[in-house]
């Protein structure tokens, strides 16, 4: 399952609407996020991680390999 939906079901958050409503993009977007076909914006990133109750670095793990980005 993608983090972005897991996280979504977690905090439970029945419907991309509701994602979509709270965070002012559309529903395509939550879609999107959802299917692993983008990110969200590094604006929204603190107010989504809110309204799941995760972390940053939560939300953009990789759904097999941890964080999707790497230090060093």
């Not at 939906?5 to 977690?10: F, N």
């Not at 709270?22 to 989504?48: C, I, Q, Y």
Request: glycine share 6%; proline share 6%; with cysteine.
């Amino acid at each position: 399952m993608n983090v972005m939906r897991e996280r979504r079901l977690r905090a439970a958050i029945p419907t991309q609407l509701e994602v979509a409503k709270a965070m002012g993009v559309k529903v395509s977007t939550v879609s999107k996020w959802e299917r692993g076909l983008a990110k969200p914006r590094a604006d929204k990133l603190p107010t989504l991680a809110k309204l799941y109750c995760c972390t940053i670095e939560e939300l953009l793990a990789d759904d097999e390999n941890g964080p999707v980005f790497k230090n060093g």
